[in-house]
């Protein structure tokens, strides 16, 4: 297993690739190579059948591992999706559809889509000016706690949000990441987070308001929290937001925080 307590030089020194005692994972190759792919701006459904294609294969080659010996096994692979939405609302399982405040007809007249979805969480908003992300992991190859996973997902747009001078972080039995988290005068959530995990491959991921149209969040009680505000970065900086530049230094943090190996898509 990884030792996250090990200083920054000795974890540069460990190898990619690794094997780990028989019996303590399905795979007993560790593999912290993440594929990046940047999917521009896609439509939701298309985006989540390509997630779950993604998603089947590595739990099926996971399950293929465990019948295999170890000199048979083949490593399963990790990647990290960026993507961009029209506007969409997404409810999630634990989700009221109630917290919907648009019927068909008002959907239709903002242009937006609507999904149940087998992710966490309650109902939130995708749109233009936002950073979705999508990692879909194999935590066997990193650490097996679910809990690990969504902090560390968090601490990465709290890191960024550091290096736009200002400061974020949670708020107490809420996911996602918050302004004004300690005084709670005006708190306001500026990226949701919700996923999935099965075997311990992980699916959906969060969703960081950088330029959005906020106006997009009053048509829903986002994450079912109606006494909370939405923010976006663009507002928060009193400018528009270089989304190439927000997106590098989201995946910058991502990698350290991870301590994944990414390779680009070719």
Not at 16 to 21: F, G, H
Not at 212 to 231: E, M, N, Q, R, W
Request: hydrophobic share 40%; glycine share 8%.
């Amino acid at each position: 297993m990884v030792n996250f307590e090990k200083s920054k030089n000795e974890l540069a020194l460990r190898p990619v690739t690794k094997r780990i005692p028989k019996g303590k994972l399905m795979n007993e190759i560790i593999n912290k190579t993440v594929e990046f792919r940047d999917l521009g701006r896609m439509d939701y459904q298309e985006a989540w059948d390509y997630q779950e294609k993604i998603f089947a294969e590595i739990v099926a080659l996971k399950i293929k591992n465990r019948n295999l010996p170890a000199e048979q096994q083949v490593a399963t692979p990790n990647y990290l999706l960026f993507v961009e939405h029209p506007h969409v609302y997404t409810l999630g399982k634990s989700g009221k559809p109630e917290n919907l405040l648009l019927d068909e007809n008002g959907l239709k007249s903002h242009q937006a889509s609507y999904y149940k979805i087998n992710r966490g969480g309650d109902i939130t908003y995708h749109g233009p000016g936002q950073l979705v992300g999508y990692p879909i992991l194999d935590l066997d190859n990193f650490f097996t706690d679910i809990h690990k996973y969504l902090r560390l997902l968090e601490e990465a747009i709290i890191l960024t949000l550091a290096d736009y001078g200002i400061e974020a972080g949670r708020i107490d039995g809420l996911t996602g990441v918050w302004l004004d988290h300690l005084e709670q005068k005006n708190p306001r959530k500026i990226c949701a987070m919700g996923v999935k995990s099965s075997r311990w491959v992980t699916m959906h991921g969060f969703a960081f308001n950088l330029n959005a149209d906020l106006s997009y969040f009053g048509h829903i009680i986002p994450c079912g929290i109606d006494d909370k505000a939405v923010t976006s970065l663009h507002l928060e900086l009193g400018r528009p937001v270089d989304e190439m530049e927000a997106k590098n230094k989201v995946k910058k943090h991502l990698v350290e925080l991870f301590e994944m190996n990414l390779i680009e898509a070719k």
